[in-house]
């Protein structure tokens, strides 16, 4: 909700590398944002983003943070 009040509209993800070490990976990407704030314009956003998962102990993968 916090997102839609301040606009943004939509978030388009391209992760651009992964590499994996043991039980982490690195996930870095950029987002394209789309940004229309009541009665103005539709703008866009480019940022990039860093991503580490873990391995949990069924294998499975968990997001642990989020830059």
């Known amino acids: 909700k916090a997102q839609r009040d301040g606009g943004v509209q939509s978030a388009a993800l391209t992760t651009i ?3 994996t070490s043991g039980d982490v990976a690195y996930e870095v990407g950029k987002v394209s944002l789309t940004i229309q704030p009541a009665g103005k314009e539709p703008t866009t956003a480019l ?3 860093v991503v580490v998962w873990k ?3 069924d294998g ?3 997001l642990h943070r989020d830059i």
Do not use: L, N
Request: no cysteine; proline share 0%.
């Open 17 to 19: 590398d992964v590499e």
């Open 60 to 62: 499975s993968w968990k």
């Open 47 to 49: 940022a990039k983003y």
């Open 55 to 57: 391995r949990q102990a």
